[in-house]
Nanobody
Framework: QVVESGGGLVQAGESLRLSCVVS????????FAWYRQPPGMSRELVAS???????NYAESVKGRFTISADNAKNALYLQMNSLRPEDTAVYYC??????????????WGQGTPVTVSS
């Protein structure tokens, strides 16, 4: 139901655009955020778009990454510019099924790997 694409191998300074498409049938699942998990490390939040449209970024990606959403396609994107070796990670799309304003169930994609060589 949550499918990411767009990862790959690039050199430092180059760009990539990740895409996430959320397919829903009987329930509404809303794309919410991008996370990443570097090798040997924990998963961390990269960027998110809240239900009211508020956007948040991790400090390490501010000014380089841009998150956007296409509500008509139920899709989420992450434009990554000026990539650095430390951005190397598996990137995951996170979506939510909201029950009310503060209660939700998370959904995850399978992840798309990004490798940045120096």
């Amino acid at each position: 139901q949550v499918v990411e694409s767009g990862g790959g191998l690039v050199q430092a300074g180059e760009s990539l655009r990740l895409s996430c498409v959320v397919s829903t049938r009987t329930v509404t699942i809303t794309p919410f955020a991008w996370y990443r998990q570097p090798p040997g490390m924990s998963r961390e939040l990269v960027a998110s778009i809240g239900p009211t449209g508020n956007i948040n970024y991790a400090e390490s990606v501010k000014g380089r990454f841009t998150i956007s959403a296409d509500n008509a396609k139920n899709a989420l994107y992450l434009q990554m510019n000026s990539l650095r070796p430390e951005d190397t990670a598996v990137y995951y799309c996170n979506a939510r099924r909201y029950f009310d304003e503060n209660t939700y169930a998370p959904y995850w994609g399978q992840g798309t790997p990004v490798t940045v060589s120096s």
